[in-house]
């Protein structure tokens, strides 16, 4: 996610093909279970750390993670600032990033998240609020 422009000037497929990947991308995240299901992809907006690179599904009982789910958003995030054409193709993919991260519940996490650890917690969510920072709507208050 996080290549956007400079990925698609190299690509061969061009920047139609890089929307196409990261479209394809991005519904398969918006599609994805959401729940604290063994088969979940993420849970509130967040996603596991480790997931099976064919199905989606968490694998080894791994943890939400805060960066990770961070990282994502923040490439995404990043893309779409590329992706800025009044074209469908690149208008339903800043809208897949805006429901992405409109998805993430902050204050959940905030709160004390059940599944998240406490080194998670605080050491992780300075890259949640940053992300946030960027959005033009926060729905919290700023860190002090």
Known sequence: MLSGGSGTRLARAGRSGATQRRRAALRFFRNSHQSGSPEATGYKGFYYHFLDSDTG???WRSELSM???ALLIAGALTGSMYFGANTPDEIELRKL????FGRIDRKWAQAGGATLSRWHRRAKAAAITAT?????????????
């Open 132 to 144: 946030s920072r960027g959005k033009r709507r926060l729905d919290f208050p700023a860190a002090t």
């Open 97 to 100: 990033v805006d429901m992405l």
């Open 67 to 69: 960066i990770d789910t």
């Open 57 to 59: 599904a968490r694998v």
